[in-house]
């Protein structure tokens, strides 16, 4: 089954201190792999995302991104935490089908980040 | 320029009842997404549709429906609300159709709906 998985609920970091956000998924074919940011009551903001190229992708707000095509991994990064990062993140993976011309965007099950100062 | 609009912000009903939720995509964005937030949880996708049509469909049963309009704003119908139904409904928009999709979508802040 094509899912994504992010093992940790929540990742605690001293601002100031790098952090990592783990994402891992199960796809068919070459996947396309996005990272969302949520903050509370609101919708999902777009951070990064891989399509293709170099396996280090940068995003929005000073983070960046890993794709390991080896170890089926795509681990969110920022080399110095700050407080306001703190927020819930989504990695994502679009899925097509193959036999319609539809697609869909599978989601993991979030990892919240909180920042102490 | 405007993000992507959700209508109404929060809702309650209790069950057994039927509901409509509203989105407005960005201007210019032909494709419009469905997905249901339960708390403590990821969005899980409901529907996709691109230029009025409907291009994918997640594991909900027929008491969900969708519409998209000619000005590609869209509509999520919920009929025969259950407990389990009460959660934060997302709409997200993006430009290109399912198989180019390798642009981002754009998401409004959700619809929260509970049922008593």
């Known amino acids: 089954a094509q899912s994504v998985a992010q093992p940790e609920d929540q990742v605690n970091v001293a601002e100031g201190n790098p952090l990592t956000v783990k994402c891992t998924y199960s796809v068919s074919g070459n996947p396309y792999l996005f990272w969302y940011v949520q903050y509370p009551n609101r919708g999902l903001q777009f951070l990064l995302k891989?399509?293709?190229?170099?396996?280090l992708v940068k995003g929005s707000y000073g983070f960046e991104a890993e794709f390991n095509k080896s170890q089926t991994s795509f681990h969110l990064k920022k080399p110095s935490a700050l407080v306001s990062d703190s927020a819930l993140y989504f990695c994502?993976?679009?899925?097509?089908?193959?036999?319609?011309?539809?697609?869909?965007?599978?989601f993991g099950s979030g990892t919240r980040l909180s920042i102490r100062p | 320029d405007a993000g992507v609009t959700q209508s109404p912000t929060h809702l309650i009903k209790t069950r057994g009842q039927q509901v409509t939720l509203r989105c407005s995509p960005i201007?210019?964005?032909?494709?419009v997404s469905w997905y249901q937030q339960v708390l403590g949880q990821g969005p899980q996708f409901i529907f996709q549709y691109y230029e009025k049509e409907e291009r994918g469909r997640g594991n909900f049963p027929d008491r969900f429906s969708a519409r998209q309009f000619p000005n590609y704003s869209s509509e999520l119908n919920v009929n025969a609300l259950l407990l389990g139904d009460s959660a934060l409904y997302l709409c997200?928009?993006?430009?290109?159709?399912?198989?180019?999709?390798?642009?981002?979508?754009?998401f409004g802040d959700g619809t929260r709906l509970s049922i008593l």
């Open positions: 201007s210019g964005h032909k494709s």
């Open positions: 994502a993976v679009r899925v097509l089908s193959l036999y319609s011309s539809a697609s869909k965007i599978i």
């Open positions: 997200a928009s993006s430009l290109q159709g399912p198989l180019d999709s390798n642009q981002p979508q754009h």
């Open positions: 891989y399509i293709t190229g170099d396996n």
